[in-house]
């Protein structure tokens, strides 16, 4: 069975960077789409990124200009490099994969799940 490990979550102030890690487990995940989802408190989980078989790369629109996806192929883990964080980007971070995705910003898209790891930006 698949699974995904997300780590680097925490507390940082507004404008301040962090980047988050998804490690692949179980399976080679070299030809996998992979996608960061983001999560506030009592809201839906939105899409914030993916990155396909190809390495074609989607990202929403609050965050072009200041998160970058990566994926190291060799390591079957992805990154997210979250830059000037603000108060509206803490919550829970999740890391999705599956072969294929239509959608790669819809969340139910998705099969193999991490279990999230929290970011808070406080100012």
């Known amino acids: 069975q698949p699974q995904l490990m997300e780590s680097g979550g925490d507390s940082v102030q507004a404008g301040g960077s962090l980047r988050l890690s998804c490690a692949a487990s179980g399976t080679t995940f070299s030809t996998y789409v992979m996608a960061w989802f983001h999560q506030a408190p009592g809201k839906e989980r939105e899409g914030v990124a993916a990155i396909d078989n190809d390495g074609v790369i989607d990202y929403a629109d609050s965050v072009k200009g200041r998160f970058t996806i990566s994926k190291d192929r060799a390591k079957n883990t992805a990154y997210l490099l979250m830059n000037n964080l603000t108060l509206e980007d803490t919550g829970m971070f999740y890391c999705?994969?599956?072969?294929?995705?239509?959608?790669?910003?819809?969340?139910?898209?998705?099969?193999?799940w991490g279990q999230g790891t929290q970011v808070t930006v406080v100012s």
């Open positions: 999705a994969s599956d072969s294929y995705a239509e959608d790669t910003l819809r969340a139910d898209e998705y099969n193999y």
